[in-house]
Every structure is written in C-alpha cells, then in structure tokens.
C-alpha cells in the first residue's frame, strides 16, 4: 500500500472537497480517500498494482478547475490491519462528507481503547444516518457519483449504459429542436458546478447550431436549501413561456435566492406577476421537479451537473474540448 499527501488549491466550499473525495473513492485501487476544505490538505491510500500516483493526480485535477501541489510520500507501506471506513454516503454536490483522520489512530492491545474505537465508529454512523434522515435527500441521489471520463465512442465491457430519453415539446429544449445530438443535463440552479458549466454549453450550442440541442433536466440537491424552489420558479416561467430566460437569470444571481428574489425577477422578464407568484406560493410545480430528479436517478445520475450526450453520461463541468472531442465523433 502506497500513501500520498498534498494540498489542492481552487476548491471553493465544502461540495468541491466531497465532491474530490468521493470520485476518488471509486477509482479502482484506491484504499481510502480525504480531502479537507478547511486546510486544504489530502491524503490518499492506495494500491499501485492497480493505480499510480499520476492517475490519481489526473483524477483529482479532472474533477474541476483544481490543483495539486506539495506532494509528499508515495513510499510503500507495510500492509496494516485491515480498518474499518464509514463512508457519509453523500455524492457529488451533496451534503459534505463528514471529518475522518488522515491516518489509523493506533489502536492499543487493551479493551478500553478497542471499545474506545468501536464506540466512535458507531456514534458516527449514527450520527450520519441521522443527518441524512433528517435532510429528505433522496437515498439514490446520494450515492457516490462515479465520473466517467470519455476515451471512445464505440462500447467496451468498462463504458457506461447509453440512455435513452424521450424528448417533446414539453421538454425544456434550447437549440435546434431536431438537431442529431442531443444533449441532456441534470442540474441544480445553486449548484456552483453547474453555475460553471454553463457557458462551456452556451459555447457548444453557438459553435454547432444545426447540429446540437440542449435539454434542462431538474435535479435539486438537498445541500442546497433554495435548489427546489429555484427550480419550481423556472417552471412557473415556462408556463408563461420565459423558461431560458429565467433559467440564465437564475444562475447570474445564484448567490442570493429567495422567494422575495424569485418573484422580482419574474417582474423584470414582464412576466404576468399576479399568475407568477400564485405558481410558485402554490407550489404547483414541486411534483414535476421531484419527477426530473426521480428520472435522473434512474439513469444513474448522483451528483451535478451530469450530461448526457446522446445518451452517453458526462459527469462535471468538463471543458469544453472534452465535448467537442465527442460531438465531433458523432
């Protein structure tokens, strides 16, 4: 077993570090993983029979606008006890994961600490279960997210399902509506990640505008207090047929959502007000939300923003020139 420290810089709240950490946690060869927000600081054990410290730094870079920097260690280690890890659960852009030490603590040949050890394993899972419960994220939602990263467009045993989806005109649909390539993105208007992800979408339907179309999927996040309300307000919009424009709203003003807030922007777009805020005091459109997410997690999608390209899941805010690699093989 293998074991690297180092600090990440660009990480910018609490769901980057989870977000990190829980890709990491899926690599193949990767024995435990912490990224913490606070300090700033990581550490990963690993197997180098099946991954290596490189493909473990690609991983984490990949994963958004960070970096890796003072790495230290990578020496082989003797094997120790096998330990016991409780994972938080949470997914990409979900609750952050709760604090684990960097290293074993070590565990003394008495009972006292043994039970000790034991004792705190089970107040943290305790605790974790309780904080889930009490958040109502639905339990599919918060898996770990897995990135899949784009190598070919012809199936191997590794690639992801391809996915189908039935798009009509009640679809949220920017773009030519009968262009070839579709793409589908499951997203959370305070989702920061999403917020990012955005204008790489803007340019692709700008660079291909007869040859892609961009549909909006809902997927609010319990992380983020004002995600399903925000999402309910841009479906209040469509009804009055303003949905993009909304949607664009929404993001340029995601740092300070509020009902008072959604219905002010609601004005600015000349939508009729008095229709506006019956839709959303109603909550009219919450079942229609939680139908988006309920579909998102039946095509796997654990964490935002994820897109679908003609089928095929996209997990992050990838750069635009991973796009472009597969649109233009399509």
């Known amino acids: 077993m293998n074991k690297i420290k180092f600090t990440v810089s660009g990480m910018h709240c609490n ?3 989870a977000l990190i950490e829980n890709n990491l946690k899926d690599k193949p060869g990767v ?13 990963i054990a690993f197997d180098e029979q099946k991954i290596n410290q490189p493909e473990i730094i ?14 230290q260690g990578g020496e082989e280690e003797k094997e120790a006890e096998p330990r016991t890890e409780l994972r938080s659960g949470t997914g990409a852009e979900t609750e952050p994961a709760l604090d684990r030490p960097d290293e074993n603590p070590p565990v003394q040949n008495s009972g006292f600490s043994k039970g000790l050890l034991i004792g705190l394993l089970i107040f943290s899972a305790i605790l974790n279960i309780y904080l889930l419960e009490k958040s109502g994220a639905p339990k599919a939602a918060i898996l770990p997210a897995k990135a899949i990263p784009y190598s ?21 649909v920017r773009g030519d509506f009968n262009a070839p390539i579709t793409l589908v993105e499951f997203s959370d208007f305070e989702c920061p990640f999403c917020q990012r992800h955005l204008p790489t979408l803007q340019k692709i339907l700008t660079d291909y505008p007869q040859k892609v179309r961009l549909v909006y999927k809902q997927f609010p996040l319990s992380l983020h207090p004002n995600s399903q309300k925000a999402a309910e307000a841009s479906e209040c919009a ?12 929404l993001f340029q003003n995601q ?3 509020s009902a008072d807030n959604f219905k002010k922007w609601a004005g600015e777009l000349n939508l009729n007000q008095t229709q506006f805020n019956n839709c959303l005091d109603s909550n009219k459109y919450y079942q229609k939300v939680q139908d988006d997410l309920q579909e998102g997690v ?14 095929q899941s996209l997990v992050g805010a990838q750069p635009y020139e991973t796009f472009k690699e597969i649109i233009d093989k399509l």
């Open 255 to 257: 740092t300070v959502f």
């Open 15 to 17: 769901s980057c570090a």
């Open 58 to 71: 690609k991983a984490i870079e990949q994963t958004g606008d960070y970096k890796v920097n003072d790495i």
């Open 238 to 249: 469509a009804e009055q047929g303003k949905f993009w424009e909304y949607h664009d709203q």
């Open 31 to 43: 024995i435990s993983a912490k990224i913490s927000f606070d300090s700033k600081k990581g550490s």
């Open 152 to 172: 070919s467009p012809s199936p191997s045993p590794s690639a992801p399902a391809i996915q189908n989806f039935d798009i009509t005109s009640a679809n949220h």
């Open 298 to 311: 039946s095509k796997g999608v654990r964490g935002t923003p994820t897109t679908f390209i003609n089928g």
